[in-house]
C-alpha cells in the first residue's frame, strides 16, 4: 500500500510539472502570481519587474500624471503632481531623492538633453502655463510662459501645454495638448517662432496633441505628434507643414519614445504599443482586457494586476533597453519591464 501510495504521489508531481511547463510564461505568472511575467514577441519580450519604485512603508507615491525620462547615469526620473514634482530613482527601483516643491500639481511631459558635457531636464508645467529648463537637480534655469504674441490666445489659462521636443540647435515644439490644441515652435534663444496644427479631426489638425519626438528614423529627421483623441500619430515637417497620418493601431496615444528604429507608445486605453521603423505594429503589451479600468485616474491598488497596465501616459526605454511604463493614476504607478530578448 505505501509503494503504491508513493507511485500515486510521484505520478500527480510529474503531471502537474509537466502541465505547468507546457504554460507560457506569462500565463503562468498571470495565474499564480510566482512565475516570471513575460511579455512581447520576438526581439521585444520583456520581464514584469515586481513591486519595482516601492517606497518605504508602504507609502503611494501620488498622482502619477506625467513622465519618465533617464540621464547618461542609468537614472529614472518619475513626475507625480505630489511636491516631490520629480522623484529620481535608480534603476533597480530605489528611490535616490526628490525635488521640485515649487512645481507640484502640474509637472508633465520631460525630456532631458545632453549640452556640452552637462545634462538637463526640460518639461512643461499645465498649471502654471509655462515651459522651462533645469538642471538635473532642479536648479531652474530659464521659464517661458503662454504665447501671447501667437494671436490664437486670449488669455493664459487657455495655454495647458503637455508636451516638449528640444532640437539638436537648442530650438524646441510644444503642444498645447490640453489647452487649444496648437503646435507652438520656438528658437534656440526660446524665441517664439510659429503655430500650426490647431482643433480639428482633418489630416494636420489636432484634438489633444499629447506627446511630441523627433523622429530621427527618417532623412530629413520629422516631428512625431501623438494625436490623442483623434485615436492616431502624425508627421509634421520641422517648418511645421503636415506630411502624414499614422493610424489604425492605436486607441489614445499619449506618449512615444525611439530606441533604434523601433518606437513605442503608452496609450491611455490601457496598454503600450512598439511600432517598427515602417510604423508597423511590431507587438501590444499589458493590454488591459477591462474596459472600465481604462484611461480611469481612480483605479484602487486591488485592481492592479502585475503584467497589466491601467491607463499608459508615458513610456520610456532605457540605455540598456529596459522599459519604463508611467500610468495616470491617483495613487501612483510606475512599473519596469526587463528585456529579456
Sequence with gaps: MRFLRFLQITSLFLISSFAASCKPAGASALETGDDPIVLGTGAHQYRWVRNWGALDGGKDLGNTHGCVAHDAAGRIYVNTDTENAVMVFDAAGKLLKTWGREFAGGM?????VKEGEKEFLYAVHTSRHEVLKCTLDGEVQWTVGWPATSGVYEKKEQYNPTSIAVLPDG???????????????????????KSFAGPGTEPGQCRTPHGLLLDTRVTPPVLLVADRENGRLQTFDLDGKHLSVISGMLRRPCHMHLRGKDL???????????LNEKNELVCHLGDQPDEALR????????KWKDGVFLSPHCAEWDAKGDLYVL???????????????
Design 108 to 112: 508633465h511631459g520631460m525630456q532631458i
Design 264 to 274: 513605442v507608445v503608452a496609450d491611455l486605453a490601457g496598454r503600450v504599443t512598439i
Design 295 to 302: 484611461a480611469q485616474n481612480g483605479v484602487a491598488k486591488d
Design 171 to 193: 530650438a524646441f515644439f510644444v503642444a498645447d495638448g490640453y489647452g487649444l490644441s496648437w503646435i507652438h515652435k520656438y528658437d534656440k534663444d526660446h524665441q517664439y517662432v
Design 327 to 341: 500610468d495616470w493614476n491617483a495613487l501612483g504607478r510606475v512599473s519596469k519591464l526587463e528585456r529579456v530578448k
